[in-house]
């Protein structure tokens, strides 16, 4: 059963903010939150991850909830590039990999 | 090279061949894993590997046999396979299983069983 909730798509306009929701109510102490998106038929891409804190790399920033039962992924400033599956992910470490759900198809508009 | 590589990027073959993917990091990484992404489906955990041993297997058919010869190569070898086995098989390396640690994907082999 997938730990995360994501809505299915969502259409954002070039050039501004693109804001992804998660919800992860059922998180554990010790899991992280991570992000990764899959252009059509490419290899999956880390974005970022967090635990309880809130993140930014060069690609986007991750905000997480006080009682982090869910989380917004904000890409700044969206390109046309940026149309792809967003996944949310929820891990704790160990030999269970990444349990991939069906993620938000973003769609970029020009 | 730089990355995850996988070869071939496409591999069309019949139910009665044996042919092998391969995956290679140059990261570093000591631990590498194999995904399965079939039609319309969320990407399956196949196998983990860490420090060249098999920590993982995640209930796949033994017609699939992986191989971590060292920590930078990676094999799936396939015999006998069936046509709903068509599918992208995605290889991925990370620095140790804990859970601040990213994996980091390759292109995948894009396989088709006929």
């Known amino acids: 059963d997938a730990k995360t909730t994501q809505p299915t798509s969502m259409d954002c306009a070039e050039g501004r903010a693109a804001n992804l929701p998660c919800n992860h109510s059922?998180?554990?102490?010790?899991?992280?939150v991570y992000w990764y998106r899959q252009i059509h038929s490419q290899g999956p891409q880390y974005i970022i991850h967090g635990l309880k804190n809130n993140e930014t790399n060069e690609m986007a920033s991750l905000i997480i909830t006080e009682d982090r039962k869910s989380s917004t992924l904000i890409l700044p400033h969206a390109t046309l590039r940026d149309t792809a599956v967003y996944y949310c992910?929820?891990?704790?470490?160990?030999?269970?990999?990444?349990?991939f759900g069906k993620g938000t198809h973003l769609i970029i508009q020009p | 090279e730089t990355g995850v590589t996988q070869t071939p990027r496409h591999l069309v073959m019949g139910m009665t061949n044996k042919k092998s993917l391969k995956c290679e990091q140059h990261?570093?990484?000591?631990?590498m894993y194999w995904y399965k992404q079939s039609a319309k489906k969320p990407l399956e955990l196949m196998f983990v590997y860490s420090l060249e041993e098999r920590v993982e297997n995640n209930s796949v058919p033994s017609r699939f046999s992986p191989e971590c010869p060292n920590s930078s190569h990676l094999f799936l070898h396939l015999h006998t396979l069936q046509p709903e086995d068509s599918a992208l098989y995605l290889c991925?390396?990370?620095?140790?299983?804990?859970?601040?640690?990213?994996?980091?994907f390759g292109p995948g082999t894009r396989l088709t069983v006929l």
């Open positions: 991925a390396s990370s620095q140790g299983l804990a859970g601040a640690t990213w994996q980091f």
């Open positions: 059922t998180i554990s102490g010790n899991e992280y």
């Open positions: 990261l570093g990484h000591n631990a």
């Open positions: 992910i929820v891990r704790g470490g160990g030999a269970d990999g990444l349990t």
